[in-house]
């Protein structure tokens, strides 16, 4: 039977599976997908990074710079709570966590959370920048297209101690508080969580905290300001969604020499003068590009408007018409009619109850807006509301009613409703369909260039699923708000070495032109490998080591890698070395081993 042994002083194991047996103890540690992160990281210069800028803590027995890697590697392959970290760590070998022994037996939380504070109070814009700047070089990114969005971070607590800004030693900390929820939970309190990447492999480049009130239009000339730092200068293409696209925001990128794609909001009056002559017909479409799927069945045929057209203050507008949107568009307003019907259906029967409690018109109207409104089908769905008059009994006298009950005929103003399809309204909107505005201030961008920049905007929505789903970002396990800012910079070091590894493996597929990997289960191929997958495809990787009562000597032995874990490897780039018995992890920790056997 298997037992993992609990932490004791002097005990020379601490971590590890221990299984015993015939006299012969089997101590198995876990190894993983770590030394490819710790390749990652190693490249990224990540450690270097974090022990200059972090100041250690005396009560800590592991540098704090070591401890921040830890939770790192932590998110990337289990993402425990702070809570957790101690159990999982044991679990491994512990010099691929870049720690001694004796350190894995003194994990415990509270060491995790005087970690976080050391990195609050570091100066963390300065390290990001730092790691970014060596990540860029090392990596070879290219910084010439960077995507920024942002998305909530969602509290289930009361923070009241957080419900404004606050100091903490002399740093700003934001406040937990209630905004508009991306995640649609508007009872809950949240904080915005600012990202940027790049183009090239969708690697996160900078990041930001902020208020959870904050709009997203308050944040984008602080964000363009750092990435000119990042970058050196205003020369790449700032791409948002329609945030960004207000008079403040794209006045001040563009008189800065900075260049932005965005697409224009429809509350814009260009947009309504545009739409108002597509409703006429009086714009022509020229086709842009034609796309296709795997069986050359064409898929979205894009046109854009010939005619030159600007906004008000003089930036290039770019209208295009695609007829995938278009499909989309009808097929979605379809389900909004359709459930409104469904809807308007329900609330006439509520009305026609005898116990209804709709006795005013002006409850009715309420509830037929609602009705509306939650179905998105205000435009296109026109209901009438009649009054009825009805002839109804009441009893002359309370009590339970009998054989003898005497009743009194009262004449009462009940609602009915009346709906059906806008018509007009509905003819306008499907000659719509399809039709969107981009602006921009690079005049010499072609129509087609422009559109693809803004297509991979999407590219940033697959990183804040990650966070999500694989990091599990919420819930959020502190109670301290610059422990939470903190944590939330190690979520941020942690995408980053995610998407690099991401990156690498993709190029090496280009490289050794590979077309996939059968990486999903009955051996299904891969085109686009996600880090995700690249983790659990070795999480059964071990290191054994296998020891005789009595005796001194030892045998050490790993998990034998299957060909697709060599496969991997090879494009990554990793020597296999690094998972065999006489790895260097292995052989320090067999160093510390025996230092601990003399002593």
């Known amino acids: 039977m298997s037992t993992r042994e609990p932490p004791q002083d002097g005990a020379r194991h601490t971590s590890g599976n221990v299984s ?14 770590l030394p490819i992160l710790n390749r990652v990281l190693k490249r990224a210069k990540l450690g270097k990074q974090l022990a200059q800028f972090l100041v250690d803590d005396r009560r800590c027995a592991t540098p704090s710079s070591i401890g921040i890697l830890v939770l790192v590697r932590n998110y990337l392959t289990a993402r425990e709570p702070v809570y957790g970290v101690s159990e999982w760590a044991r679990q491994y070998l512990p010099t691929v966590l870049g720690l001694s022994v004796s350190q894995v037996a003194g994990l415990n939380d509270d060491r995790v959370g005087r970690w976080l504070d050391r990195l609050f109070q570091a100066d963390c814009p300065s390290l990001v920048l730092a790691v970014t700047r060596h990540v860029v070089e090392e990596f070879g990114l290219d910084l010439s297209e960077l995507h920024t969005d942002s998305t909530t971070v969602t509290f289930s607590g009361a923070y009241d101690a957080a419900a404004e800004e606050g100091l903490h030693r002399g740093k700003k900390t934001p406040a937990i508080t209630w905004g508009y929820n991306k995640d649609h939970r508007p009872d809950l309190k949240q904080l915005l969580y600012n990202l940027t990447v790049t183009s090239d492999g969708a690697v ?5 905290v902020e208020n959870g009130n904050v709009t997203d239009d308050q944040t984008h000339r602080a964000t363009w300001d750092l990435l000119c730092q990042v970058v050196g200068g205003p020369n790449f293409i700032y791409v948002a969604d329609s945030k960004l696209a207000t008079h403040a925001n794209m006045t001040y990128i563009a008189q800065r020499g900075g260049r932005f794609i965005s697409v224009l909001p429809r509350t814009r009056a260009e947009d309504k003068a545009f739409r ?22 064409v898929t979205d045929i894009i046109s854009g408007s010939p005619e030159i057209a600007t906004t008000s203050e003089g930036f290039r507008l770019v209208w295009l018409h695609s007829s995938r949107k278009a499909e989309l568009d009808r097929a979605s307003r379809t389900n909004s009619i359709r459930r409104a019907f469904r809807d308007l259906d329900l609330l006439r029967l509520r009305l026609r109850s005898p116990r209804t409690r709709f006795r005013e018109p002006s409850q009715v109207e309420t509830a037929v807006a609602h009705c509306l409104t939650e179905a998105g089908a205000t435009e296109w769905v026109t209901v009438e509301i009649r009054p009825e008059e009805r002839e109804i009994l009441r009893q002359e006298k309370p009590g339970r009613p009998g054989p003898n009950t005497r009743y009194r005929k009262e004449r009462a103003t009940r609602f009915t409703i009346h709906f059906d399809v806008n018509n007009p309204k509905l003819e306008q909107a499907e000659r719509q369909d399809g039709v969107f505005p981009l602006v921009t201030n690079d005049r010499a961008l072609p129509a087609r260039e422009v559109l693809s920049a803004y297509k991979r905007q999407a590219q940033i929505e697959s990183r804040f699923s990650q966070l999500k789903t694989r990091f599990q970002i919420a819930p959020v396990f502190l109670k301290s708000v610059h422990r939470v800012v903190a944590l939330l910079t190690v979520y941020y070091l942690a995408l980053l070495v995610q998407a690099l590894v991401e990156r690498e493996l993709r190029r090496g597929m280009a490289r050794e032109r590979v077309e996939s990997l059968p990486l999903y289960p009955e051996e299904r191929r891969c085109v686009a490998p996600t880090a995700a997958r690249i983790i659990e495809l070795f999480a059964n990787v071990q290191f054994h080591e296998l020891r005789r009562a009595r005796a001194v000597s030892r045998t050490c032995f790993a998990t034998e890698l299957t060909p697709l874990q060599r496969e991997v490897l090879r494009l990554l780039g990793v020597p296999e070395a690094d998972y065999e018995a006489g790895s260097a992890a292995v052989r320090k920790f067999a160093e510390i081993d025996l230092r601990t056997r003399g002593k």
Do not use: C, M, N, Q
């Open 20 to 33: 015993h047996a015939s006299g012969k103890t089997l101590t198995s540690y876990g190894v993983g997908a």
């Open 204 to 208: 996160p480049i900078a990041f930001g």
């Open 276 to 297: 108002a002559r597509v409703i006429a017909g009086t714009v022509g479409w020229e086709p842009i590009e034609t796309r296709t799927d795997d069986h050359g069945v």
